[in-house]
């Protein structure tokens, strides 16, 4: 069965320093990932996806995400924190051989960016 | 290009009433999926319509349906209210086409069920 793991429930990181957010995933033929962010009482905006060629991935606001095939990881990196990157960010998988359309998503990491 | 565009953007209920809920997808896309956010259940995936069939369902009971015409716009819609409703409803299109494929989301509707 297909599914996404986001192990950390908050990421706390200092303004100016690298973050990451950790996703792994689980299906049965070969991936489709992406990153979506979620400000406070708005819709989920799409950050980045992978769905082949090159596993450094990069997307909107500076982000960038690694597909770790062997151990079937795909986190969201940022090399400075913004304060203005505090959002709950989503982790979402779809298996491309499925013939489904259907997304999985992850249970969300919240990020503080700390002034 | 226009966004996904949801409406209303809220909406209160009493339980036991129903709740129709809309979504316009970006011009173009034909495949619209609908999602519940919840703080406890996080974000949890209702059915996906593409053509105006429906490809595929979530686990949610019978009083949750939807549709879509032929125009791609799609509605949901909620019998029988029941508090646990309560939620952020997001809309999501996509082209499909597999080169650019992403879902896009909407603002969300959120209803609160009293």
């Known amino acids: 069965a297909q599914s996404v793991a986001q192990p950390e429930d908050q990421v706390n990181v200092a303004e100016g320093n690298p973050l990451t957010v950790k996703c792994t995933y689980s299906v049965s033929g070969n991936p489709y990932l992406f990153w979506y962010v979620q400000y406070p009482n708005r819709g989920l905006q799409f950050l980045l996806k992978y769905i082949t060629g090159d596993n450094l991935v990069k997307g909107s606001y500076g982000f960038e995400a690694e597909f770790n095939k062997s151990q079937t990881s795909f986190h969201l990196k940022k090399p400075s924190a913004l304060v203005s990157d505090s959002a709950l960010y989503f982790c979402a998988v779809r298996d491309s051989t499925s013939g489904t359309y259907k997304y999985i998503f992850g249970t969300g990491t919240r990020l503080k960016v700390l002034a | 290009k226009a966004g996904v565009t949801q409406t209303p953007r809220y909406l209160i209920k009493t339980r036991g009433q129903q709740v129709t809920l809309s979504c316009s997808p970006i011009s173009g896309h034909r495949s619209v999926s609908w999602y519940q956010q919840t703080p406890g259940q996080g974000l949890q995936f209702l059915f996906e319509?593409?053509?105006?069939?429906?490809?595929n369902k979530g686990n949610f009971p019978g009083r949750f349906s939807g549709r879509q015409f032929s125009n791609s716009r799609s509605e949901m819609n909620v019998s029988t209210l029941e508090l646990g409703d309560s939620a952020l409803y997001l809309c999501?299109?996509?082209?499909?086409?597999?080169?650019?494929?992403?879902?896009?989301f909407g603002p969300g509707t959120r209803l609160l069920v009293l």
């Open positions: 999501a299109s996509s082209s499909l086409d597999p080169r650019r494929e992403t879902q896009y």
């Open positions: 319509y593409f053509s105006e069939t429906q490809r």
